[in-house]
């Protein structure tokens, strides 16, 4: 992992608590899981949970009783885990139990083989996933049989481990990252929301539209691009438990998965070799810098809808970084115009893509001064740069010249989690690095999530990008047009 921003500067740049752990050993070391079993459990699934805690116990993971971890008022405390083996009737679900939405991870295991198939698509994973998660009110599942042990989170993502019982290796490296991090939209609070003031009858939106839309046409027919599963068909346990679901994603009306985002040209100056009042101290090839952090602009596509069916008028917001007293703050601009009944609500992805968006312009600034004669900057500076984030895997031949990959070995967190952001900007200053070591061009990069997916970032256009990344779409496409 490179550090090469401290935990202070996370925090004052894009809101990343202090205390968010990064590597995995931190977050076994924050890690607080409770076993709350149903009424009656298999064998299979008692002898199962029993390995589970003690491979979690070796990890230094102490894991309480129910009994242990419940308050006077009989609810979990705030940051527990809560490990819900069974079939639950509805008035024992462990969401029950909890005292708000957003603090308890609640984990869902079951003897009985996951809902998938080899032959399932993408969406039809994703649908399924989502249906039990908000039938048994829980926020990962764990599906056990004789032969494997299979994790399914909010994300579409699913690992299958081959093995009757969890082992060690499986458990710190993947089961205890996606129980450190909670999936939550971003909160009101969070930032600013202007509606309407997205002025959509620009020249400049009007360019950055038809880019949009000749890569929503080219992402069109690939499966990879998670369209929408709504909220409203779910099969839920009551009108109490949907309303709950509703509150949970900040009443939106499903859950769509990938991005697309245009940012907006940005001039940034040169980082320096000595301190200054607002410049960002950061560490690259062993060297101090300090680098002047602007102000960032993103047109992105608006949350839950379908992107491989745009209309840019309403389904375009702006999103962006304001520094103001040397802390950043995020907002969010709705198009002018736009219907009342279409609700822009900020992504779940918002932190990751404004860290892309700063990230390149910290890149840009150490570029301009340790090899001035690089046209990342400049290409910054005039057109602004691209990000692409679908859920699936780019294969290396496709990845554009100039761009440097990274992520590969991060822990599986999902997006929207504040870790994403983190190693979206520490992964992108690495690839900078990397590209000045090797003495190449620098033209973006590509940051591989395990577990989840992929954004590509970088000079490329978003159509260019799609172009690249779907060639045989593409063809087809062109022979339809003519």
């Known amino acids: 992992m490179n550090n090469s921003i401290n935990s ?62 419940s308050g006077e008022d009989g609810r979990f405390s705030p940051g527990t885990v809560i490990l819900a083996p069974g079939y639950f ?25 996951a809902p998938l198939t080899m032959d399932s698509s993408p969406q039809q994973r994703l649908d399924a996933i989502v249906g039990r998660l908000a039938r048994d009110m829980v ?33 710190r490296n993947t089961l205890v990252p996606k129980l450190t991090a909670q999936v939550v939209p971003p909160r009101a609070e969070e930032l600013d929301i202007m509606p309407g003031a997205l002025q959509t009858g620009t020249e400049e939106f009007d360019a950055v539209a038809a880019d949009f839309m000749q890569c929503s046409a080219l992402w069109s027919n690939n499966a990879s691009l998670l369209t929408h599963t709504s909220t409203k068909g779910l099969d839920y346990r009551s009108a109490f438990y949907q309303r ?22 940005v001039a940034v100056k040169p980082a320096l070799f000595f301190p200054g009042a607002g410049l960002l101290p950061l560490r690259l090839q062993g060297a101090d810098l300090f680098v002047p952090v602007p102000q960032i602009r993103v047109i992105t596509t608006r949350s ?40 822009a609500k900020p992504s779940f992805d918002t932190l990751t893509i404004l860290a892309h968006a700063l990230g390149n312009a910290l890149a840009a600034s150490m570029l301009m001064t340790l090899k001035p004669e690089s046209g990342f900057p400049l290409h910054l500076a005039r057109f ?47 690839a900078l690095e990397a590209a000045l070591e090797q003495g190449r061009e620098y033209r973006g990069d590509v940051h591989v999530e395990p577990n989840h997916g992929t954004n590509i970032v970088g000079i490329l256009s978003l159509a260019e990008t799609a172009l690249l990344l779907n060639p045989s779409l593409s063809v087809e496409l062109i022979t339809e047009e003519r």
């Not at 690992?159 to 082992?167: D, E, G, H, K, Q």
């Not at 949970?248 to 245009?262: C, E, I, K, P, V």
């Not at 294969?395 to 761009?403: F, I, K, R, V």
């Open 89 to 113: 009737p509805d008035d024992m679900l462990a969401i029950n139990r909890v005292t708000t939405l957003y603090n308890n991870i609640i984990v869902g295991i079951y003897d009985e083989p």
């Open 244 to 265: 709950i679901v509703a509150r949970y994603l900040d009443q939106r009306s499903g859950m769509s998965y990938g991005f697309f985002a245009s940012q907006r040209p």
């Open 139 to 171: 926020h990962i599942l764990v599906y056990v049989t004789d032969q494997s042990w299979t994790i399914c989170t909010m994300n579409g993502g699913v690992v299958i481990f081959n093995t009757s019982y969890p082992l060690m290796v499986d458990v």
């Open 384 to 430: 602004g740069a691209s990000m692409t984030h679908w859920h699936d895997y780019p294969d290396l031949s496709q990845l554009p010249e100039g761009y440097y990959l990274h992520g590969e070995s991060n822990p599986p967190v999902a997006c929207s989690t504040p870790q994403s952001a983190a190693y979206s900007l520490l992964g992108k200053i690495a």
């Open 304 to 343: 839950g809808c379908r992107k491989n069916h745009l209309d840019p008028r309403r389904d375009l917001v702006e999103i962006g970084l304001v520094q103001r007293n040397g802390k950043g703050r995020a907002y969010l601009k709705t198009p002018a115009g736009s219907s009342a009944e279409i609700v």
């Open 8 to 69: 202070s500067s996370l925090h004052d740049l894009l809101g990343i608590p202090l205390d968010t752990p990064l590597s995995i050993d931190e977050m076994c070391g924050r890690l607080h899981p409770v076993l709350y079993p149903a009424p009656a459990l298999s064998v299979r699934l008692e002898q199962f949970c029993n390995a589970l805690v003690t491979v979690m116990q070796s990890l230094g993971i102490p894991v309480l009783s129910a009994e242990e971890a």
